[in-house]
């Protein structure tokens, strides 16, 4: 009796180690992937990288010279997208969760914007150029680019934003409504403040990915090569993600670019994978201070 | 119940979407005075309590019938504002909860938001903590986090903070469930204190704390109002003899 | 300032030139984005670039569009391209007449001893079937048949280079700027493509590349498009691997 | 009551904001079908989605993008073949296993991986994976459905694992408790309370990583291959729908047939993930289990 | 206290992190008998409860001093495996948490782990829900979900689970704190019952119930074992002061 019961614990406990090791290994074999990946872009692009390589512009046909004007592009429309994305985002989210009477229509709503969070991004490029650069005819330009890459993250901030009002503890609600004070007062004063941790998490989450994005610019706003910084928002820009992907793509000279196109990619990363660690940096001091 | 009644209702029924959660309920609130809610859980104390400052207006779905007097007014009327309802009835809960802001911003928080006595908050916050009988303890750290004071010291901030308000009729649900032995003491000597000044109605599930602090008790059952009268009264001789099974631990 | 855009293969030698051009105009400000010749010409008909590059001639359809919306498309013949196979250096193969090029690429051709070489597969690598190049190539090789649908279609010259240079399965055809040492041009009906025998038509596969303008062009746009044509400006369409037009007349010289 | 105007001005404001989004998004989906309907009128929509042949340059052009919707769907359901164990058991490895005190990192780690741009990763494969793909199994080519799978899932592993460590780390503790207090291992209240009561959200997780795969547009541009052709083997090419859009859309003539094609290819792509969504929705509102005990 | 003590703690101190919640406990529990343990909110009952089953081992940073002993042997030592000791000494929670599964496959949870095979599985599911008076109300829903069934039945539910374990000791935490008054009485009503066959330890915090269930009653106050003798000894002429104000409702 004892053994066999000492037996099936065995038993168990085998399955119990076999399952653990599976575990551990693919969670090692994802952590050698993705780390295998950064190792490699870091050890060829880490080169190129120099002072010159971030602030000159580029020359002979991109094989000399920097990327500067790149660089500069994909700040341009990310903020360009920030400064889109994320107040219709927030204020979609805020109505969405703190006004709308919760129901059908609402659930749709909802499926509707995750719809569009799963749409591919080239489809977002597609709306851009129909919608902004012919029809509104901003040309393909940094407005065109900003607003299709601000609304390419607008699901994304929306989401990010709904979960972060909705973490917020209904009894804080209660309590500053139970002092008499008003709605819109309750939300500014309380809600929001609260749920600021993660609205600014998911929204850099998005602008991340808003930086890191090629095909919504390709048609829109991105060009291959401009010899000076654009001067007004109707100008063209070269952008990172682009500029990777014509210089590993076209061009006369893509073996002797390929040492720059490391660099770049290793910049482009570097920006991505920043403002992502700034994210996440802020949500956890946040949520430290903030214990409920 | 010979003292002026400063809350009344009428007929009142209460539903959650289709279920019903309290029965025709016609009851009266004295001025100053504590008046207790018992009853087994889900009876329907919390919903009534809820109900005398709007606070389900919150709940999707919920609808009231009858009437619900408020110094002689319908709180439930169209045009009555339930913000300034909310004003006058100020409530405390029973997880207390603060704000995740400073000792003195809880307290600052309601008037300065509605304006009133916005003039001198420094005074309006020490008077009021120290209503809350919390003043010495937290008069060095009013910059401090409220999340940091221990469990009754923040039901008390709570209770500081309705007062801040100066409201008319201060609601309490179960505010000392959560706290200690020691906390609980306090805030039943808050208590004791307040009601030379508010109308004060508590729920409770602690018969002995019910006996000990209140003027008048409400037995509810079901979302029915079984049996409502002098404290006193209903701890020594009920009428009705559910309400004896109850104060006496036979059943709940 | 001036925006250009269209083909991909027109990229370096528009890139190349407004660098030496601005060098020696300093404060002139041009932009350059590729995305093929339909982008370039549709960008020119909305009247969003100045100059839209196509290694192709416009379309019927482009010009009515064009026409409806009041853009008036003028062409200017920058340089000519000669279209060459290429294979990865290790294949034996050296040339193929365009017939058995076209027998590949319809994919009745399939194994390399079949035109001479080891016995291998062959890997069909095309370009998109809507870009400049590889509507010449289906003018020039393939006339009405069609490239088998099993064939790669890479996105641009720069992918066809990169995987043919790894691939030695592999024949693909670029224009010939794209042509480096990690590839090997073949032969076409015997002849070698360069410059001489592509000006001479011996060599059967060329194309002219083109700057389309809205009416003729004006001030800067007209000044940039008289520096590639320049002397100065064919000797960089040159060096960036293309044929020259200056180097066409001398050819027509010659042959007279 | 003036303070009741100011409310309702409030709140109109944001109700105004949310329709713009919500209006954009509408035109987003609008647009997609103002340009792409017009191919059916050349086209009937059986030929359209089952027709094999894809020549939409030649003339007679063909306009059937069968090919294309098998290699965007071989491609998916392999890069999901190859993620969902592997995101889902990492997740189960970051939430359950892993030591509290790195827990976070990980955790962190993952999410940083969710960033890293798909231009990147299709760098990656089309310079690094491929030329080794195909030296080291001497095929005839590297660019092709297992290489682009691959990139693919080492994109939606991130995704599909954050989603699923957060319902597993939801599972109420009680849940777990109840098992541990019946005398069951680690392993089986892994196995049979955990995983089951977060299976509404790891189905969410999957849905998610399958929609960013099928719309992803970079990695299988540049690594898939792009023969319009049903393939034989894993190690074919095959031109994925997302891919035939961002590489044609240059240089089709603006307002042809061809553009029209491409438009409609977007549609596809945009019914997919629609219904890829519907299912995510409808899951997850089947496996949902109310927390808590409700009483 | 004459009968077979079951379990034994020496001198046991229980650590979170680097706060003490229990000091140095040294009590026995009797066989086949029902020991109630009250005391204010926060004073150790729960944390003491879990550390007989070894639960607290789920939580990070804990630590024990001092011996437990279940049958004579020290359930903390090295070797001894908890899910062998949790199999022996099962534990039903304050809040009811059954698996969001079926009824059936809730019973059936534990005993299929531990290899009981199919054939004998339906008669255990029947005994134990029949031992736990619920098998009426649920015969013929067995394949329902569990979390459909109302809440004391929910809780009757996670008694059967932890019965078809067949366990030793039951622990029980709060198990009728969150259920309405019919419930309780169901409930109380099956720990007489079961008390003929296992040793039920229970946490409560309603003194009426403990007077009314158990044999011996142990009182706690922020860690310390104050009072512990038969529960009518307890209840009627308690030794310690702090006792009598407790049980008598003067605090909590
Ligand atoms: N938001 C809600 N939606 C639907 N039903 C509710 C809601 N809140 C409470 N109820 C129901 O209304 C009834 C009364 O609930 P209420 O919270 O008023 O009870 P209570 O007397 O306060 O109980 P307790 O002592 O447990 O707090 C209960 O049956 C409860 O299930
Ligand atoms: N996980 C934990 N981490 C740290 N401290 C804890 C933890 N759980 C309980 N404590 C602390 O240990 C002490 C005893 O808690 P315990 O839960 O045993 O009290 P209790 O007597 O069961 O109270 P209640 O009647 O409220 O359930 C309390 O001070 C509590 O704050
Ligand atoms: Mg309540
Ligand atoms: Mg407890």
Known sequence: MNESINSSMKWRYFKQTLFFGIVRLSFLIIALALGGLLLYIVINGIGVINLDFITTMPTDSMTRGGIMPAIVGTIYLTVGAILIGLPLGVASAIYLTEYAVQGRMIRIIKIGINCLAGVPSVVFGLFGLGLFVVMLKFGSSILAGSLTLGFLILPTIIGAAEEALKAVPQTFREASLALGVSKWQTIFRIVLPNALPGILTGSILGVGRAAGETA?????????????????????????????????????HIEETRPMQFGTVLVLIAVVLGIDLLAIIIRSRMRRNKRW | MDANMIISLHNVNFYYGPSRALNDISMDFPEK????????????????????????????????????????????????????????????????????????????????????????????????????????????????????????????????????????????????????PISTAKIE??????????????????????????????????GNLIEYNKTEKIFTNPDVKQTEDYITGRFG | SVVIKGSTTVLPIA???????????????????????????????????DIATSSREIKREEIALAGSKGVKPVAHVIAYDAIIPVVN???????????????????????????????????????????????????????????????????SNGAIVTAIAKNKYAIGYLGMGYVNKSVKGLQVNGVTASAQTALSKQYPMS????????????????????????????EIVKKEGFVPLTAFKEGKKAGK | MNRKIKENIIKYIFFAFALVSIIVLGLIVLSLFREGMPIFKLVSLSDFLLGKDWYPTSDPASFGIFSLIVGSVIVTFLAIFIA?????????????????????????????????????????????????????????????????????????????????????YAVPNEFKEASYALGATRFETIAKVIVPSALSGISTAVILG????????????????????IPGSIFDSVRPMPASIAAEMGEAPFGGAHYHSLFAIGIVLFFLTLAFNLIADYLSHKFHQSGSATL
């Open chain 1, 216 to 252: 919504p610019i390709m048609f829109t706003a991105a060009a291959f090569f401009t010899a000076k910084l654009p001067e007004s928002i109707f100008g063209e820009v070269m952008a990172l993600p682009y500029h990777i992907y014509v210089l590993a793509t076209a061009g006369t």
């Open chain 2, 33 to 180: 005075q504590v008046t207790a809610l018992i009853g087994p859980s889900g009876c329907g104390k919390s919903t009534l309590l809820r109900l005398l400052n709007r606070m389900n207006d919150l709940i999707i779905g919920t609808r009231v019938e009858g009437k619900v007097l408020f110094e002689g007014k319908d709180i439930y009327d169209g045009h009555v504002d339930p913000v300034e309802i909310r004003r006058k009835i100020g409530m405390v809960f029973q997880k207390p909860n603060p704000f995740p802001k400073t000792i003195y911003n809880n307290i600052a928080y309601g008037p300065k938001l509605t304006g009133a006595n916005a003039g001198d908050l420094d005074a309006l916050v020490e008077q009021s903590l120290k209503q809350a009988v919390l003043w010495d303890e937290v008069k060095d750290v009013l910059n401090k986090s409220a999340m940091n004071l221990s469990g009754g010291q923040q039901q008390r901030l709570c209770i500081a903070r309705a007062l801040a308000m100066k409201p008319d009729v201060l609601l309490m649900d179960e505010p000392t469930s959560a706290l200690d």
């Open chain 2, 189 to 222: 000597e808050l208590i004791e204190e307040l009601k030379k000044n508010y109308t004060i109605i508590i729920v409770t599930h602690n018969m002995q704390q019910a006996a000990r602090i209140s003027d008048s008790t409400a037995f509810f059952y079901i």
């Open chain 3, 15 to 49: 890139q190349a030139t407004l660098e030496a051009y601005m060098k020696a105009n300093k404060g002139v400000q041009i932009s350059l984005s590729g995305g093929g010749s339909g982008d370039g010409i549709k960008a020119l008909i909305d009247k969003s670039t």
């Open chain 3, 89 to 155: 250096p290790k294949n034996k193969v050296q040339g193929l007449s365009t017939d058995q090029l076209s027998q590949i690429y319809q994919g009745k051709i399939t194994n390399w001893k079949e035109v001479g070489g080891d016995n291998l597969k062959i890997v069909v690598i095309s370009r998109d079937s809507s870009s400049g190049t590889f509507e010449s190539w289906d003018h020039f090789v393939m006339k009405k048949s069609r490239v088998a649908a099993t064939a790669q279609m890479l996105a």
């Open chain 3, 207 to 234: 194309r002219e590349l083109y700057m389309y303008t809205n009416g003729e062009p004006k001030g800067e746009v007209a000044k940039f498009i008289a520096f590639i044509k320049s002397p100065k400006g064919q």
């Open chain 4, 84 to 168: 969902v164990p592997l995101g889902v058991l990492s997740a189960i490895y970051i939430a359950e296993i892993a030591p509290a005190s790195i827990k976070e990192i990980f955790k962190s780690v993952i999410e940083l991986l969710a960033g890293i741009p798909s231009v990147v990763l299709g760098f990656f494969g089309m310079v690094i994976i491929a030329p080794w793909m195909q030296e080291t199994f001497d095929l005839p080519t590297g660019l092709n459905i297992i290489n682009a799978s691959v990139i693919l899932a080492i994109m939606a592993i991130p995704t599909i694992s954050s989603i699923s460590e957060d319902a597993l």
């Open chain 4, 210 to 229: 399958i929609s960013r795969a099928i719309g992803e547009t970079m990695v299988v541009l540049m690594v898939a291959g792009g023969a319009a052709a």
